[in-house]
């Protein structure tokens, strides 16, 4: 799922700090901690969000805790997010994530092992 603001942040001096800031006090107010090591990090119960630029990423145990978050950020007022459900994670940087029909997800990092292979001499 990716949630983008309601009004633009983009060309500010600040863009980054400005965005996780915003994104953060909405995320706090309904109950998430902080990661102390991990800024991008948030946990509540059985569900963990990582943030990367404008992207959640969501982590559960308890399908019913997205939908509950997700109605939590879409209704709240003034209306400051907009959702878009982007489904299951494929990419993250640095990443390739696949889902198989067991439900397994794998996490594989192609180009970093093609630099390896190729820094010791393989092809």
């Known amino acids: 799922m990716a949630i983008e603001a309601r009004e633009t942040v983009y060309g500010l001096t600040d863009t980054k700090k400005t965005w996780h800031k915003f994104l953060k006090e909405g995320i706090i107010a309904r109950g998430f901690k902080q990661e102390e090591d991990k800024p991008c990090v948030f946990y509540k119960e059985d569900l963990i969000l990582i943030i ?41 940087p640095g990443l390739n994530v696949t889902h198989d029909k067991a439900e397994t997800i794998t996490l594989t990092q192609p180009h970093l092992t093609d630099k390896i292979m190729k820094s010791d001499g393989f092809k």
């Open 52 to 92: 990367y630029v404008d992207n959640i990423i969501c982590f559960l145990l308890k399908a019913e805790l997205i939908d509950e978050f997700v109605a939590s950020m879409k209704y709240a007022e003034p209306q400051q997010y907009v959702f878009k459900d982007l489904g299951d994670v494929t990419f993250y």
